[in-house]
Structures are given as C-alpha cells and as structure tokens.
C-alpha cells in the first residue's frame, strides 16, 4: 500500500534552513506528482509545492524564492530545502501524492520557526 514518511522538521530560528524528505513506498514513484502541503494551527491545509515527473515545479507564493521542491527517484524521495524561514511558516508539513486521494498523504512533520 502507499506509504509515505516525512522527517526533517523541527525548531528553527527566524532565517534558518531545514530539509524536509518525504520516503515513499508502495507505488512509482518516478511517474508520479508529488506535492508538499502544509496546515498552520487554526487554518485550512494549504499547497505549498509539487514537483512533476518530468522535473517541473510549482510554488505558493508564500514560499516562491525561498523554498526548493526536488526529488530523487532512485531513493523515492522528495525533498523541500526550506531558506529564510518566517514564523509563519510554522505548520505540519504534508508530503501527498495528488494521484491516491485520501489515501495519499504521511503523517506530517512539525516545522516550527520561533526566536
């Protein structure tokens, strides 16, 4: 079955870097959209970037400059590098494969970004 785990959040100051990754298993990986979502408390999930089969991204432009969608189809992962992190960037980031409905979504990693 489709399996997908995030790792990489954590604390971070106003400024700072983290690497988010997103393994996935149970489908291929290399023909699929993979997308990366995020829900700040008390607001709805929102998109923050995908990344093609082919290599073509998309940002919010909440994130555009900042962040960088990629992915490595020989380990199945994406990855989101996250620069000049804001407080309000502070949310559960979702890794989520558009293609597998409800069923296409991880459990999230929490980024939270406080002085």
């Known amino acids: 079955q489709v399996q997908l785990v995030e790792s990489g959040g954590g604390l971070v100051q106003p400024g700072g870097s983290l690497r988010l990754s997103c393994a996935a298993s149970?489908?291929?990986?290399?023909?699929?959209?993979m997308r990366w979502y995020r829900q700040a408390p008390g607001k709805e999930r929102e998109h923050v970037a995908y990344?093609?089969?082919?290599?073509?991204?998309n940002y919010a432009d909440s994130v555009k400059g900042r962040f960088t969608i990629s992915r490595d189809n020989a380990k199945n992962t994406v990855y989101l590098q996250m620069n000049s992190l804001k407080p309000e960037d502070t949310a559960v980031y979702y890794c989520?494969?558009?293609?597998?409905?409800?069923?296409?979504w991880g459990q999230g990693t929490q980024v939270t970004v406080s002085s």
């Open positions: 989520n494969v558009p293609a597998f409905g409800s069923l296409g």
């Open positions: 990344i093609t089969s082919g290599g073509t991204t």
């Open positions: 149970g489908f291929t990986f290399s023909v699929t959209t």
